[in-house]
């Protein structure tokens, strides 16, 4: 144990370590660092679980890990569906489009396709949804946007992501009608979630479904 210990204070690269819950085996990369005030557990795409401790007792580490196991488990599931759609994107040709995967024709690429697909559809999503609401954007334009669905400046202009019509219908409405709301609230407090529950109850669950897609296409 002493050896161990040393070798975790010491260690740059993560070590990696395995621990049980409810019959999965979740492994992760620990660096321990004295200085850290608490534990701190992020899930990589790609690294995976990363945990930072302050302390270097496996055991107290392990029992704080296993407090958070589930939570650690649902984001592992999302980072892999999400990990799981990009690939699907660059084998065989195909292609998301309104949440299923299309075979791609060879003369097209997925930025035409979806610079064909999204305007039009979100257009008229924004002018049914605007009505309903009884608001109104003064300008709706797209762009390629690697991090954001969509955006709603202090000037109520909207901007959407122009890979949107990869996403289920449901969950482009979702964002159409998040963006008309903050022309309303510039913010995400309560009574902006009350607005956009009031016109689309449930948009928890598209926020979930949201969550195995990425706004960007690469
Ligand atoms: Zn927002």
Redesign the pocket.
Known sequence: MKNLRASLTKSKVGLTKTIEYEGHVLSYSLFVNRRLKHLYITIDPIKGVIVKSPFSAIETIETLLLQKASWILSKLHAAQERTHIGRLLETEGKILYLGEAILLSSFQTPELFYKEKTPPLVNRLVEEWSFLMGVKPTKVSFRQAKKRWGSCSYRNELSFNLSLAQLPLECIAYIVV??LA?ITHKH?QKAFWECVASFMPEYKNHEITLKKFSPSLI
């Open positions: 998040h963006e903050h995400h």
